[in-house]
């Protein structure tokens, strides 16, 4: 299995600039979350789905939308790109059957996103 | 509203010594903690998790945690810290039928040898 697979690693965008970061995992998990990573503040929740055809918004959801079309993926998509998104982005899956809380969420290797 | 504090942003030990990495948690109905590790340019790895039962949790790595409900902690340990130790440590918070996740803002430990 590969996992949780992210693209690309890295990304530079202008501001105004809209792009897809591309997320999808083999473990038939029907959770699928994103995250922001930023110095000082941990990892921020963005958008979650607990299965295909069901979003919701997370801690931190203003100026990304996102889809689940597929088990398997999950893109996020930032609609016109400023400063404050510059980031490093993670996606996580788990099995969030039952009581969802208590599974591990397993993570991507991340993209690091600049945007100037 | 959940909540993790992580009080320190950096733990330095000597190879050999204990380490202890702190977490205290808020939440309303009861808790179920985790600890991720984050290695340089790399994801977040799971090492262990606390859901019921069993106050003291053993983990990938040697790495064990244990649960104080009076105290709202979740101090994650090791009897002795390597080098490879070194990394980002993360304590997260969830509770039942709630489908987020909440970090605390990582401590970075550091082994020397």
């Known amino acids: 299995n590969a996992g949780v697979t992210q693209t690309p690693k890295f990304q530079v965008l202008k501001t105004g600039q809209s792009m897809t970061l591309q997320c999808a995992q083999d473990?038939?998990?029907?959770?699928m979350s994103w995250y922001r990573q930023d110095p000082g503040m941990g990892l921020r929740l963005i958008h979650y789905?607990?299965?295909?055809?069901?979003?919701d918004q997370g801690e931190v959801p203003n100026g990304y939308n996102v889809s689940r079309s597929t088990t398997e993926d999950f893109p996020l998509r930032l609609l016109s790109a400023a400063p404050s998104q510059t980031s490093v982005y993670f996606c996580?899956?788990?099995?969030?059957?039952?009581?969802?809380?208590?599974?591990?969420?397993?993570f991507g290797p991340g993209t690091r996103l600049t945007v100037l | 509203a959940q909540s993790v504090a992580q009080p320190e942003d950096q733990v330095n030990v000597a190879e050999g010594n204990p380490l202890t990495v702190k977490c205290t948690y808020s939440?309303?109905?009861?808790?179920?903690l985790f600890w991720y590790v984050q290695y340089p340019n790399r994801g977040l790895q799971f090492l262990l998790k606390?859901?019921?039962?069993?106050?003291l949790v053993k983990g990938s790595y040697g790495f064990e945690a244990e649960f104080n409900k009076s105290q709202t902690s979740f101090h994650l340990k090791k009897p002795s810290a390597l080098v490879s130790d070194s990394a980002l440590y993360f304590c997260?918070?969830?509770?039942?039928?709630?489908?987020?996740?909440?970090f605390g803002a990582g401590t970075t430990v550091t082994v020397r040898a």
């Open positions: 996580a899956s788990s099995r969030g059957l039952g009581p969802l809380a208590t599974d591990t969420q397993y």
């Open positions: 473990m038939n998990h029907e959770y």
């Open positions: 789905s607990v299965g295909a055809g069901i979003t």
């Open positions: 939440v309303s109905g009861n808790p179920y």
């Open positions: 606390y859901i019921t039962g069993d106050n």
């Open positions: 997260a918070v969830s509770v039942r039928d709630d489908y987020k996740l909440s």
